[in-house]
Every structure is written in C-alpha cells, then in structure tokens.
C-alpha cells in the first residue's frame, strides 16, 4: 500500500478528532451556557461565535479534513476488499456526510438566520434557535467523533 495512506489516516484520524472536540464542547456547555443569557445576549454571543468560528485554524481543521476525506475515500476505492479501506471509506463518509454535510444543510442555514434576527425580535427565535441548532450540533459531534475512532481502527490494520 501507499506510504503515505497510513500519514493521511493519522491525519484525517487527528483532525475528526479535533472536530468532534470543538462540536462536543458546544453540545455538552457552551450551548446549556448561551441558553442560559437572556435572548438578546444569547443572541449577540452566538453571532460574535458564527463570526470568530472563520479563522484559518479552525477552518483549515475543518475543511482540511472534508478535503482529506475526499481524498482518501478516493483512494480508499482502489482497494475495496481489504477491511482497512472499508473503514478508510466509512470513516470518510461519516465525516462528510454527518459532520460538513450536517454543517452546511442544518448548522449554517440556522446560523444564517440568527444573524438575520432584528433587535428586538430574538426572543421569538432563541429557544427555537437553540433546541435545533444543539440537535444538529450532536449529530455533527457524534460523527466526528466515530470518524476519529473509524480512521484509528484503519490505523490497526494498514
């Protein structure tokens, strides 16, 4: 196999890691700490986060490993039948599908309207906001985390 495959797994491994720690943070105290800040200011907190959260080491972790996934669930197709490229495969697709895919169809979608919310008018929206966005969050959390755990599994086996 590639030299490089078992680099790119740790790599992929590491960074569903990293994910899944910033998403269980928010699923398990940051989320319960915002929901307990009046509307507006939950409000306010969570659009200064959305604005923050875009910064290059956050963003390179998170698009790095989408990219990282691409490619090796690629790769991951050359050899079908050995079990570390089925685990290679799924791993890559939990990461996609539960945890960029989750972010850009359910995540985003919300953050976007939050920030669209006029003063004034947050309280009609936070605890709907917060009950949504915190399910998504779990999903998202969830598979990065099983990702992590399905990379290091290929880990064992390359």
Known sequence: MNQALPIL???AAIGSGIIGGVFFAFSTFVMAALGRLPAAHGTAAMNAINVTVINPFFMTAFL???LLCLLIAGGSLVWPDAI???LILAAS???LIGSFGVTMVCNVPLNDQLAQVRSGAETAMWA????????WNHVRTVASIASAVLFTAALWVI
């Open 9 to 11: 797994v740790f790599t």
């Open 128 to 135: 709907r906001y917060l009950e949504n966005w915190t399910y």
């Open 64 to 66: 790095g490993t989408a």
């Open 84 to 86: 570390n490229g089925k």
């Open 93 to 95: 697709l939990v990461y």
